[in-house]
């Protein structure tokens, strides 16, 4: 006879699976499609093997998912014959709740109210794990179907800290899960029940789900297919309701949030497939992180292929789920294969059309979701003008800002908006670039714009410079920073007092700065672009960007250092107090004061704060 062994569960995964338990328990019945999708996952990951490695896997034409429902033991049995699993496979895959990132998912699960938690786990995809939210007692019998009959394994587990594993005799390969329920979930043993649960999420998995049943009429009992079994994405669109689309999502992507939109199309001609694409109503706990796995699922004929093909999407799309289903493509395909395959490149184009119109209709039809949508996945869409320079133009009228005359951080204003809405003769899309919205906002550089109804674009997540750089223009409307000189702006600059007069009566005073401040600026002169400061920094039109040059070194690259024009008001009180000091005393301090504070509001931090202060303070109590 075979004795078991025990294992422990990973600490971590103990403590996910009882918040797992509690968070998910108003939702319990997902543990239904969980399972069934595994199953037909198992069933997938076979008929590709049987197909491209036939000698070794012989054909199975009768792929089947079996349930049977047990009312006085309270048990619950859904077997696939599907590719079942090795003993090294049941450890790693069912000794461990979420592989990667556990740690971090709970602290942030911990972190969370109760109703965001479900949101979160959801996401996370619970899997076979969700089987404990009704059952006491979980058993899974499996063969993988590489092995002989005698290879077979059975897992036992309470759901509480351990598990334990023995050899057993299998006689057909693939996996039945068995379910224990608690004495508190009896609804589940009920035919119509499950029936009605698989009806809700599973209707369209590929392979047919039969209930054994009683028959009363031939006194014995008979299997009944109680899915459709048939692909969703191969019916047309108009036999496909949207509920059904909705399921079809989740059970694919196993998010408990339904989708924001999706899109659906059967390309015919040269080369033929299916894409169904959804757009996620929120990005994954994970998206930034590096094991974060994207891509589309990949069908040849209706066979699944493999999970994530990155090679269908464009990385700014990354946050897309769904499937190919292609008729050209060899069974034997390899990633490799797949990176410089030309029907790939020519799917990837169309996909990336079929997405951005996508995105395009709901922005034009569901501004309401579209925000939703910006808000999700706007940051990894601003990607987009850089890697993909054909698609810029139907990208950039998908980028919503916000903006000057906004006042508030939302980013709801496109570019049409913008452009339309343009002060007369203006004929540049201004924008400024920052740390964040408030030094965006109340930036000096933009008390010209606002003295004069001229909207800006404020920028301040830490990709905006860099995708500023491949926009350059809107529908003949150039971008321009509002930080660099500018002739439209030039023109409206009317100084309030003789220019020329002042400009002369300041010149000694420039000579002064010049003097003081030596190398650490490039020139010095008068503005009148100000209005509320004395003074800024400004970069001429060529130069660097502060923006840009923070993002150079964030990177560990090194830059050179900014040479900046110091720029100071002449109408402004702390400058004409300045510029009447005579004794040499202290107008060393008021002149380097007025360019740190510049320094300052232009980069958000200063080399040396404390000199900065000390120098304040020594000014202030004179
Ligand atoms: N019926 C089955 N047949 C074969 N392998 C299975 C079966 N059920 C589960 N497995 C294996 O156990 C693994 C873990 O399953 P689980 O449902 O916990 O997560 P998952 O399906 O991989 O991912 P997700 O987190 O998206 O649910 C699966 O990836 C698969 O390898």
Redesign the pocket.
């Given at each position: 006879m075979n004795t078991s062994k025990t294992y422990s569960f990973q600490s971590e995964s103990k403590e996910l699976l009882k918040l797992m338990i509690h968070s998910l328990y108003s939702n319990k019945e997902i543990f239904i499609r969980?399972l069934i999708?595994?199953?037909s996952?198992?069933i997938d990951k076979l008929r590709f093997l049987s197909i491209s490695e036939p000698k070794k896997y012989p054909i199975n034409t009768n792929y089947c998912i079996n349930i049977t429902i047990d009312k006085k033991l309270n048990k619950l049995t859904i077997s696939?014959n599907?590719?079942?699993?090795e003993e090294h496979?049941i450890i790693n895959?069912?000794g461990t709740?979420?592989k990667s990132g556990t740690k971090k998912f709970i602290q942030s699960l911990k972190s969370n109210n109760s109703s965001h938690q479900h949101e979160l786990i959801g996401q996370?995809?619970?899997?076979?794990?969700s089987s404990f939210i009704v059952s006491k007692k979980v058993l899974v019998q499996?063969r993988s179907a590489k092995l002989k009959i005698n290879e077979g394994f059975l897992w036992e587990s309470y759901g509480k800290g351990d598990y334990t594993i023995q050899k057993i005799e299998k006689k057909e390969f693939g996996?039945d899960?068995i379910l224990y329920f608690k004495k508190t979930e009896q609804e589940f043993i009920h035919h119509w029940k499950i029936q009605e649960l698989i009806n809700k999420y599973s209707d369209h998995i590929n392979v047919p789900i039969n209930i054994k049943k009683f028959n009363k009429k031939q006194n014995e009992y008979t299997w009944e297919q109680v899915n459709k079994a048939q692909a969703l994405w191969v019916l047309n669109k108009s036999e496909i309701s949207n509920q059904e689309y909705i399921n079809f999502y989740k059970h694919l992507t196993?998010d408990s949030q339904e989708p924001l939109t999706w899109t659906h199309n059967k390309v015919e001609g040269n080369q033929e497939y299916i894409i169904l694409l959804f757009i996620p109503s929120k990005t994954p706990w994970n998206i930034w992180s590096r094991e974060h796995k994207h891509g589309l699922k990949l069908y040849i004929n209706k066979v699944f292929i493999m999970e994530d093909t990155e090679q269908f999407l464009p990385n700014y799309l990354r946050f897309v789920k769904g499937l190919v289903d292609s008729n050209d493509l060899p069974l034997n395909i390899s990633r490799e294969i797949l990176q410089n395959n030309q029907i790939i490149q020519k799917i990837r184009q169309t996909i990336t059309k079929k997405l951005l119109n996508t995105l395009q209709n709901l922005f034009n039809n569901d501004i309401k979701k579209y925000y939703v949508f910006w808000q999700q996945f706007g940051t990894i869409l601003k990607e987009g003008p850089a890697e993909d320079p054909q698609n810029r133009q139907f990208i950039m009228n998908l980028l919503l800002f916000t903006s000057l005359k906004h006042n508030n951080s939302e980013q709801t204003l496109s570019l049409k908006k913008y452009t339309t809405n343009m002060a007369k003769g203006q004929n540049k899309i201004y924008y400024i670039t920052s740390d964040s919205y408030e030094s965006a906002k109340n930036s000096p550089h933009l008390e010209i714009f606002l003295k004069n109804d001229i909207d800006v674009l404020l920028l301040f997540e830490k990709i905006d410079e860099w995708m500023m750089n491949y926009l350059n223009e809107y529908e003949d409307k150039k971008f321009c920073p509002a930080n660099k000189p500018d002739d439209f702006i030039n023109k409206l600059i009317i100084p309030q007092i003789n220019e020329q007069n002042l400009q002369n009566k300041m010149q000694p005073f420039l000579e002064k700065i010049k003097k003081i401040l030596g190398n650490k600026i490039k020139d010095v002169r008068v503005t009148y672009k100000l209005v509320h400061t004395p003074s800024i920094l400004v970069t001429e039109a060529k130069e660097m960007s502060t923006q840009m040059a923070k993002l150079f070194s964030a990177a560990g690259q090194s830059v050179p250092s900014i040479k900046y024009i110091l720029e100071i008001n002449p109408e402004h009180a702390l400058i004409q107090k300045i510029s009447k000091i005579v004794e040499e005393k202290n107008i060393k301090d008021w002149i380097l004061l007025i360019f740190e504070q510049a320094l300052f509001v232009e980069k958000g931090t200063l080399d040396d704060p404390n000199q900065f202060i000390n120098r304040i303070n020594k000014l202030l109590s004179i």
């Open positions: 969980e999708s595994n199953a996952d198992a696939d599907g590719i079942g699993m496979e895959n069912l709740i979420a996370f995809g619970v899997g076979f794990y499996t996996t899960i196993k």
